[in-house]
């Protein structure tokens, strides 16, 4: 198992697909359906022994909640705020280009 690269309340891109997000959750290893890991296309699916990440995501047409995997992530430079209506409840910011958690969700 390998430590996460990316921590939550920061705002990353996909290497692949045209979204963007933020950090709200790591997994240190897949832990997602076997289904929703078969649908994935054979040539792009990523490995398992990796952190994936789950974040509030946008694209140009909507937000969602998104499941990748590390190796599918890059950080966001833009400091463009995400607009998914769930980072507000959860988080503060954007503040020098990451979110911070609410006290409130602080464990």
Avoid: C
């Amino acid at each position: 198992m390998q430590t996460a690269r990316f921590y939550i309340g920061q705002i990353v891109r996909h290497r692949m697909f045209p979204f963007r997000g933020v950090i709200f959750d790591v997994d240190p290893e897949f832990d997602n359906t076997e289904e929703w890991y078969e649908s994935i296309p054979a040539g792009v699916r990523p490995r398992k022994d990796q952190p994936f990440y789950h974040l509030f995501a946008e694209n140009a047409e909507s937000e969602y909640i998104a499941y990748v995997s590390e190796q599918n992530l890059v950080p966001d430079e833009t400091g463009a705020p995400v607009r998914h209506p769930e980072v507000g409840e959860m988080f503060v910011g954007p503040i020098d280009g990451a979110y911070r958690l609410k006290i409130e969700n602080r464990n």
